[in-house]
């Protein structure tokens, strides 16, 4: 019985083989994108899983219910992290956390490394193994150093690791360390990365500030006891917060922070560490947090691509049915039960499935490349052999079986037997599932074009915004750890003093926008200036800053060298202006770092956008104190020849230090560089209509020729009594058009609702114009009527005769 | 071995009803031979299908052997359908997918006949209808004339009771159509029921009774002598 079933599937596959192409494509191509896409997915959220104690791990941050709304914030003081553990007594383990990029030193060897400052607990809250060395008292000693496997191959090469000591200069600082551990590579979806672990108290300020509450520098992770339940926290940490913080709280009052629905204006919480990688809520986490909204789309295009190929499958599916329904006829005349029916249709179903399954797994090894390059995805091809993976794959087999042949396949099962005899239902009705199913599709595909458009518009309008200052002649240059800032600034400034395409140099502490080093960085300080508390993003800048970056000077002056007391000057933008209260402010002096040495007000500059589209322009307050180092040096250099001017500059570079890189970039590229994830959701975007668009067409086209085959009689009759070509073309379309239609116009409020959503994050954004509806319905009505057209010309081009000879 | 009696059945659409059959009353017994002639539209098909249990009447008696199936259920009614009745239609119904040998197997299969078993019997009965050297081809490479032996033949493998024929000459020429009529006499000579719709009288005169309808009823029956 079954081998009878599975040499007439093969037989009726066969003589339906263009159908099924199209079928076995439609759904191959689902198949494939929907593994790289599931694949992504599962990737994403198995970060950090491999740590054995993940459920008990959580990271602490403060909640401050300022005037303005609630604000988080995972930075703590040195302190805390000791305090909470003595005081709390759910806490096991606690570690204090920082990252620093150094420079490593053995022998003659030096080598770039990731410094991670940790305390000693660390090792025993995450499964980071050590395969030389003892866990428990690898990080005892202060000099203490454990490093990867990989860093120590780096490092040592083929020479044994353990027990060397090597020098490690971070922050300028040059330090001895012995390496006391070697740890396995953990893998490479761990949110924690480093080469280095070292002790927290070599951290950067570490001494000045360590029974300072106020300075707030590192994050804290902390490992409770088993059972834990943090439902709790914020009530059962009320004293430990109330007797530390107490600052802040007062701070707060003073300014008018109402207090939460548990009567708090500054809490400490907990954030679980399952939940890091895609924790972008509170501020500094381990690794690089991602929005959820990333996998989550490419989980809905997946299935909106799943399921467009599934309505192919019903579609073609019933369609074919109708030349069928004889054959169903007959044997139902002979005596074939419902089950029997059924089963047979549904190995049909099952062998164009599998066919899909292996067609899809093969074009996923052709795309996969492209793929993890296009969105950055760290997938291989062996996670597919992971049995969840190939449980996954069997489940969406079944599934996509499931759905798209027991609908066709109980249908047929239903024909009446005597009509379909008579050849009552061979002519087929156009059927309001199939046209509800199209409208579907259409809706899907509508939709991403929209969303593809308005992804678009809002990436070009971020490129293309002003941002009041001077991004495409400006070169930033990272200086790195193997030079202090300030001095580097000094001898690239002898050195292109007589370099004709620079215009001018400075250097500052943050970079405008993200640049080569891939690090940004942010410093926000709070004083108190007239008796309320004032907060403002803080740059150390240095000489020329203002004229090298082209920013518009509305008041007062730039720091200038002839003057002798700009140490304690202060360029402030026009927001931080509106926050001290307006007018008058040059001269004014403002107590940024403590009452003992206020600073004054030089200038005042014009509004530009110092951090990313997303943020509205916040108060900005440029300093020359020599607290903060210089890490970036501007040039900007002569319009016209940049590509010369970067050669030159680089080689003056590598003049003053041949071994450290040149990591330049132009100002415009760092700000490209701030909305990768724009870009790849804009990616994801435009792949998932193009696929979307590319599947529905195969349907629709297969439809048509049915639809052709179906009314190739009528067609003929009404030529004979004068028809003509465009008419006919007309008629066989009109129908699916409506259809269309009628999916774009349901497709506008979901894109909407989408899209203005999305562009919410943005301060600055674009409007949402009717045009690209309109253009979006176009799109769709042209791919459509394209696609119809195929067959309905040909039809109407062939001679009648012949059409009307062979009823 | 069939007794039908004031027996209906209505078409409807949404503005007129039809009747096709209006309480018709029939009896065949078990060996015979009829004829059911009459012009078109006058019902001839529509009481076909219902005796041969494919569509249900709206009204009346149908006793089959004496058992009352006018209102079976669809799985009573294939399973009585299977084990009992044989069709044959004028347009033959082959399936185009199967061989020869497939088509006649196929009510085998559907009654759950062991391989070996349905084997023996393909072969004995297209012997039979002497069209085993053809068991290996298609419908669509045969004759119109080879293509009603083969779904005579599959019309008979599973022995049945009776045979319903609608109109088995209607789409071949004289001297296959009454190849075939020999052949349904031969059955029928061996003790299976025939009940046959036809236009053509010189078919009919094969038959032991001609019942010739009009609009839904009986208006004459013939015997023949």
């Known amino acids: 019985m079954i081998k009878n079933y599975f040499k007439i599937a093969w037989r ?128 005892s000693e202060l000099n203490s150093a454990v490093i990867t496997e990989k860093a120590a191959k780096k490092i040592f090469g083929s020479k044994p690791a353990l027990n060397q000591t090597i020098i490690i200069n971070s922050n300028n600082e040059e330090k001895p360390f012995l390496v006391t551990g070697v740890a396995k590579d953990y893998p490479s979806n761990s949110s924690i990365t480093f080469d280095i672990l070292v002790r927290f108290e070599h951290f950067p300020q570490y001494k000045v500030e360590k029974n300072n509450w106020d300075s707030r520098s590192h994050i804290v992770l902390a490992e409770f006891n088993e059972g834990y339940n943090p439902q709790n926290f914020s009530k059962q940490i009320k004293s430990f917060v109330n007797k530390y913080y107490a600052g802040d709280i007062k701070n707060l009052k003073r300014d008018g922070a109402k207090p939460d629905a548990n009567g708090d204006i500054f809490t400490l919480a907990l954030a679980p560490f399952a939940n890091n990688h895609f924790n972008n809520d509170i501020g500094g986490v381990e690794g690089d947090a991602i929005s959820k909204t990333y996998p989550l789309s490419l989980v809905v295009i997946g299935c909106f691509i799943l399921l467009i190929a599934c309505i192919n499958f019903i579609n073609l599916s019933v369609a074919r049915g109708f030349t069928r329904a004889r054959e169903v006829g007959v044997r139902k005349t002979l005596g074939a039960g419902k089950w029997q029916l059924l089963t047979q249709f549904w190995v049909e179903t099952i062998m164009v499935c599998f066919a899909s399954t292996v067609v899809g797994l093969l074009l996923c090894t052709l795309l996969i490349n492209q793929f993890k390059a296009m969105f950055k995805s760290k997938i291989s091809l062996a996670m597919l052999l992971e049995p969840a993976h190939l449980a996954g794959i069997v489940v969406m087999f079944l599934a996509v079986t499931a759905i798209a042949g027991f609908y066709p396949a109980l249908m047929m099962v239903r024909y009446k037997t005597v009509a379909v005899l008579k050849g009552k239902i061979s002519g087929g009705k156009p059927g309001k599932l199939r046209n509800t199913l199209l409208v579907i599709q259409f809706t899907l595909s509508t939709l991403l074009i929209i969303c593809t458009i308005i992804t678009w518009q809002q990436i070009s309008y971020l490129s293309n915004k002003p941002l009041g200052y001077n991004k495409t002649e400006v070169l930033s240059i990272p200086v790195g750890q193997n030079a202090k800032g300030s001095d580097a600034l000094q001898l690239m400034r002898n050195e292109l003093r007589n370099n004709s395409n620079v215009e001018s140099v400075s250097g500052a502490y943050m970079n405008m926008g993200k640049g080569n080093d891939g690090s940004s960085m942010r410093s926000v300080l709070g004083f108190i200036y007239h008796d309320r508390e004032v907060r403002t993003h803080l740059q150390r800048i240095d000489y020329d800053y203002i004229k090298t970056l082209d920013i518009k000077l509305l008041d007062g002056r730039e720091f200038d060298s002839k003057f002798g007391n700009d140490s304690t000057g202060l360029v402030i933008n026009e927001s931080m202006a509106r926050e001290l209260g307006g007018k008058n402010l040059i001269g004014s002096t403002l107590p940024i770092m403590g009452g003992e040495s206020p600073a004054h007000i030089i200038g005042i500059v014009k509004n530009f956008n110092f951090q990313s589209l997303h943020d509205d322009i916040e108060p900005l307050t440029m300093t020359m104190l020599k607290d903060f180092e210089i890490n970036y040096i501007f040039v900007k250099v002569k319009p016209g020849n940049l590509v010369g001017a970067f050669d030159n500059i680089k080689s003056n570079w590598h003049r003053l230090y041949p071994n450290a890189e040149f990591k330049a970039s132009w100002l415009n590229e760092n700000t490209e560089r701030q909305y990768l994830s724009e870009r790849r959701l804009s990616g994801i975007f435009v792949s998932g209509a193009v696929l979307a668009i590319i599947i529905s067409c195969i349907g629709l086209l297969a439809i048509s020729i049915m639809m052709v085959v179906q009314r190739n009689k009528e067609i003929g009759i009404r030529k004979v009594l004068g028809a003509n070509v465009l008419g006919i073309v007309m008629m066989l379309s009109q129908d699916f058009m409506k259809l269309v239609l009628v999916a774009a116009i349901l497709s506008f409020p979901v894109a909407w609702w989408v899209m203005s959503h999305w562009l919410q994050s943005f301060a600055y954004r674009v409007d949402i114009h009717w045009w690209v509806f309109a253009l979006s319905t176009a799109l769709a009505l042209i791919l459509a009527f394209v696609t119809i057209s195929f067959q309905s010309i040909k039809a109407a081009i062939a001679n009648p005769v012949k059409s009307l000879r062979s009823e | 071995m069939i007794k039908i009696t004031n027996l209906e059945k209505f078409y409807r659409t949404e503005e007129v009803e039809t009747v096709a059959l209006n309480k018709l009353n029939l009896e065949i017994n078990t060996g015979e031979f009829v004829a059911i002639m009459g012009p078109s539209g006058c019902g001839k098909s529509t009481l076909l299908n219902i005796l041969g249990l494919l569509d ?55 009654t759950g006949v062991n391989s070996a078993d349905r084997k023996q019997r393909v072969e004995e009965v297209l012997t039979k209808m002497q069209i085993m050297h053809r068991r290996n081809h298609y419908p669509q490479q045969l004759s119109g004339g080879q293509q009603q032996r083969v779904a005579i033949a599959r019309a008979v493998v599973n022995k049945p009771k009776l045979i319903l024929a609608d109109e088995p000459t209607g789409n071949l020429d004289s001297s296959n159509g009454n190849e075939v009529m020999e052949l349904l006499t031969d059955l029928n000579e061996q003790g299976t029921t025939i009940i046959m719709v036809t236009h053509s009288e010189h078919d009919a005169r094969y038959s032991h009774r001609i019942v010739r309808l009009l609009d839904g009823h009986t208006v004459v029956e013939n015997i023949m002598m």
């Open chain 1, 12 to 139: 009726n596959l066969w003589k339906g083989r263009v159908f099924n192409l199209m079928n076995i494509t439609g759904l191959a191509v689902a198949v494939a994108c929907c593994t790289l896409i599931f694949l992504t997915v599962y990737y994403e959220f198995s970060y950090d899983n491999f740590h054995d104690k993940l459920d008990r791990i959580y990271q602490v941050y403060n909640v401050a219910n300022r005037p303005k709304g609630v604000e988080k914030n995972s930075a703590m003081p040195i302190p805390m992290a000791s305090a909470f553990k003595a005081e709390y007594p759910a806490v096991k383990y606690v570690t204090r956390s920082g990252n620093m990029g150094g420079v490593v030193t053995y022998g003659n060897q030096k080598v770039d490394g990731d410094i991670h400052f940790v305390d000693p607990d660390f090792l025993k809250m995450f499964s980071f193994p050590l395969v030389q060395g003892n866990r428990n008292a690898a990080l």
């Open chain 2, 56 to 110: 249900d009447p709206d009204g009346g008696s149908y006793l089959f052997n004496g058992t009352e199936v006018a209102h079976f259920n669809e799985r009573k009614r294939a399973d009585l359908r299977k084990h009992n009745i044989g069709f044959v239609f004028q347009s033959f119904n082959l399936i185009d997918e199967l061989t020869v040998f497939e088509n006649v197997e196929l009510p085998l299969i559907y």
